[in-house]
């Protein structure tokens, strides 16, 4: 159950017990303390959107402990667990923020590229970009986040491939930047950390895609170059759909025999808007806790594609959107406590191993001889970068929420502080009791839809938000 804590509520000093790592057993999350498998329950965090991401002035998403303990607070009150965060900056202290977020139960998914130039692979000519400067900050990355317990996963790239024409060339790439993370991760952290691909969902490559990921080159196990996980950002369930009409049911067929955990790296489709998020208890229902281990829904903050569920203006205040209720109402008809106890499986599964076979698709490459590390780069794997970037949990001295949030009915959120959970314990909907106001959908809902509704097939419709904002979430540079 929840901490209640007289220092918290006094603004007393206090370092919160961590969350306990996550380790990947087969296709499942576990918590190695307990035992217990884990579903995602997630969010897409970047404020401010690609203008979030900005090193020239000293900001990323996770470099302002004030707003991090204000989204921290609301997202808890959603009933969130983890957080998916695109563009870091691993120059900054993010120490506060990686506090915060771990005191309120919620883990971190990274992504380790950017949209600027020489952050990330480019997907027409990925050889191109592949070299030591741009893994040298991949793995500066990776030394700010390592320390942190609740640091989770990071993501080597974001729907890189996208068709089969990206699928001919970038594969290869993506593997020797997994494994080079992998590699590197090995050498300086003191815990295994996961590394694994977001895909986008298109249907042509997602399977090769996959495959092409997860299997083990020459049989082996413990290859360097093979994803930990495979996620994808999905937006075929749209409205009221259903597991077969959204083709839920086509995805959990297809992924029945992963070797690595699968989840949705972003779901939410935007039409119609305000959203209703009824894929929710599918998600987290029987149809599909068994292969899939969650998801993260696309995104926090509102922008000009309409996905967010609350404005987050300069001032630092908050209007929530008709989603943020309508997402906490879904949520609340699960019963996460019985989603968060069941037990790990133990089960172990053999990856498939590397062989051309595993591609379907005519024109995506099936051959398996991975890219050598660039000039420089093994150097760096092997001692790390320099000057190197650290990070720890730090004590927070008050948990309460500063700006003003207000419901969409217009109503100010009063009380509204991040309430740090005891080990191990679940993030609940509306379980904190923190921030009182209005539980209604209000007047105030999110714009019209940006989008129209398609098929659950259409790669148009999975892949779109991620085009519209601005390049923001896409790991990798898309051309």
């Keep these: 159950m929840l901490l209640q804590s007289t220092l918290v509520a006094l603004g007393g000093a206090t370092l919160a017990a961590a ?16 035992g217990d498998a884990f579903q995602i329950v997630g969010m897409a965090y970047q404020i401010g959107g690609s203008a979030g991401y900005d090193p020239s002035h000293g900001k990323d998403p996770l470099s302002n402990g004030d707003i991090c303990k204000r989204d921290a607070a609301l997202m808890q009150e959603l009933g ?97 930047v997994t494994r080079d993370l992998k590699n590197y991760i090995k050498n300086h952290a003191d815990r295994v950390i996961p590394v694994g691909y977001s895909a986008a969902d298109v249907r042509d490559v997602l399977e090769d895609s996959w495959n092409y990921f997860q299997c083990a080159i020459n049989g082996d196990e413990n290859d360097m170059s093979r994803a930990d996980l495979f996620a994808l950002n999905s937006y075929s ?21 992963t070797s690595v955990p699968v989840f949705y790296s972003e779901y939410g489709c935007n039409t119609p808007s305000p959203r209703v998020f009824t894929e929710v208890e599918t ?53 996460f406590g019985a989603v968060q106890s069941v037990k790990a499986s133990g089960n172990k599964v053999t990856p498939p191993e590397c062989k051309a076979s595993l591609i379907k698709e005519q024109g995506f490459n099936n051959n398996f001889t991975i890219p050598s590390p660039p000039p420089g780069a093994q150097d760096i794997i092997d001692k790390g970068v320099s000057p190197k970037p650290s990070g720890k949990i730090v004590s927070i001295g008050d948990y309460s929420v500063t700006q003003q949030v207000k419901d969409v009915d217009g109503t100010a959120l009063k009380n509204l502080a991040v309430k740090p959970l005891a080990d191990d314990a679940v993030n609940t909907p509306g379980s904190t009791g923190s921030g009182t106001g209005s539980s209604g959908s209000g007047t105030t809902g999110n714009a019209a839809p940006t989008l129209a509704p398609q098929g659950p097939l259409s790669a148009a419709v999975m892949i779109i938000p991620t085009i519209v904002a601005l390049g923001f979430a896409a790991g990798f540079s898309m051309i």
Excluded at 115 to 144: H, I
Aim: aromatic residues 14%; charged residues 15%; proline residues 4%.
């Design 19 to 34: 969350v306990s790592p996550l380790t990947v057993q087969g296709k499942q999350f576990v918590n190695a303390k307990t």
């Design 80 to 176: 969130v667990n983890t957080i998916r965060v695109y563009n870091l900056d691993p120059n900054l202290n993010h120490d506060e923020c990686a506090s915060i977020f771990n005191a309120a139960g919620m883990y971190m998914i990274l992504d380790v590229n950017s949209p600027l130039a020489g952050e990330s692979l480019n997907s027409g000519a990925p050889w191109e970009s592949y070299y030591a400067a741009y893994l040298n900050r991949t793995f500066a990355v990776v030394e700010a986040f390592k320390s942190y317990p609740n640091t989770l996963a990071f993501f080597s790239g974001n729907e890189v491939i996208d068709s089969v024409k990206t699928g001919a060339t970038v594969p290869p790439y993506v593997r020797a």
């Design 237 to 257: 369930w749209c409205g009221q759909s259903t597991f077969e009409e959204s083709g839920y049911n086509q995805l959990v067929a297809l992924f029945q025999s």
């Design 283 to 335: 998600i987290y229902g029987p149809q599909m806790t068994g292969v899939f281990t969650g998801g993260v829904v696309y995104e926090w903050a509102q922008e000009k594609n309409n996905y967010g569920l609350a404005e987050c203006n300069d001032d630092g205040t908050v209007n929530l959107l008709a989603d943020y209720r309508t997402l906490q109402s879904q949520y609340k008809k699960v019963d």
